[in-house]
């Protein structure tokens, strides 16, 4: 038996990331006067009241983070939560 691949589609494919939802995000991130600063989906829990879903601003990707960009503005989400988030939208 051989080892088993996974491969991750990008999220480009998998997550829409509206127009509106990165005009409002490059506002707040223009209000904190730090060009570095990028949003974060998530995903977490999973027990008895089902998943939580968020968004955080964050100043540094982390470890496996795949990532898309609209109109200047990053969106990352770890490897774990990219799973979860399969035909979402972040809209605003």
Request: glycine residues 12%; proline residues 5%.
């Amino acid at each position: 038996m051989g080892a088993t691949i996974e491969t991750f589609t990008p999220i480009k494919d998998t997550l829409l990331f509206t127009d509106a939802a990165a005009f409002k995000v490059k506002g707040l991130i223009e209000e904190e006067q730090n060009p570095n600063l990028m949003l974060r989906v998530f995903v977490s829990g999973g027990g008895c009241s089902g998943f939580q879903y968020g968004l955080m601003i964050e100043d540094a990707p982390g470890p496996g983070d795949q990532s898309v960009e609209v109109n200047g503005v990053k969106l990352f989400i770890d490897p774990i939560s990219v799973r979860y988030l399969n035909g979402a939208e972040v809209d605003f």
